[in-house]
């Protein structure tokens, strides 16, 4: 059991560009999630998959966001056209059903 | 709306001591599990304890365990003997549904950043 993985760890991109990040689970865990936190607050739900279906997805998922889970391993979330107000921790968890769920690393993301 | 507070941003203790941190959340369920997750600096999130909440008997862990109050809706965190790396953010966290077929993604309280005194 490697944990959850998360790639990059940080970037740093110009306002307007596209952003992708990817997120490995542990193995055996079906269901994989991605909340974002920004400083000194809690994380915040952004969508979760079972295997490669997205389940379910919060409003703070707006258009430009976009996350995929293609074979039901690891998932990408994308941000299209960033803006300033998407700089924030970006962090992937999984879990085995709704057992408790394992954080990556996560990915700092800084838009300038 | 589901909701989970943390009316504690910031808490110190003394090495060796004990220290209880709070929250307080708000649900409609019967059945649901409630989690303490700890964030060390610029490291991971990683579970310190959980809570079911169809069980009576408070959840233990070494050194970390809970008070649980159904009825008040209240889920502290009690770490005794304070080490050094104790330090770090903890969050109390609460999945609004649980079931096998529904989502269980976390609603986070604010956290409350614990500071360890040597």
């Known amino acids: 059991d490697t944990g959850v993985s998360q790639d990059p760890r940080h970037k740093i991109t110009k306002r307007g560009q596209n952003v992708t990040f990817r997120c490995d689970p542990i193995s055996e865990h079906n269901r994989l999630y991605w909340y974002r936190q920004t400083l000194g607050q809690g994380p915040e739900f952004l969508t979760y998959f079972q295997n490669e279906a997205q389940l379910e997805k919060s409003r703070l998922l707006s258009d430009r966001f976009s996350a995929e889970r293609p074979k039901g391993s690891f998932s990408t979330l994308e941000i299209q056209r960033t803006e300033q107000g998407d700089s924030a921790m970006y962090l992937c968890a999984s879990s085995l059903y709704y057992n408790e769920q394992f954080f990556g690393p996560g990915t700092r993301l800084t838009v300038l | 709306a589901q909701t989970v507070t943390q009316s504690q941003p910031e808490m110190s203790v003394q090495e060796a001591e004990t220290v209880t941190l709070s929250c307080t959340y708000d649900t409609s369920e019967s059945d649901y599990y409630l989690f303490w997750y700890k964030q060390p600096p610029s490291r991971q999130m990683i579970l310190v304890i959980r809570?079911?909440?169809?069980?009576?008997q408070n959840a233990t862990e070494n050194r970390f365990s809970v008070n649980f109050q159904k009825a008040a809706k209240s889920f502290s965190l009690k770490i005794s003997d304070s080490q050094l790396g104790d330090a770090a953010m903890y969050f109390c966290a609460y999945p609004p549904r649980l079931s096998e077929t529904s989502g269980s993604r976390l609603t986070f309280g604010e956290g409350t950043q614990l500071t360890v005194n040597p």
């Open positions: 809570q079911e909440a169809y069980k009576q």
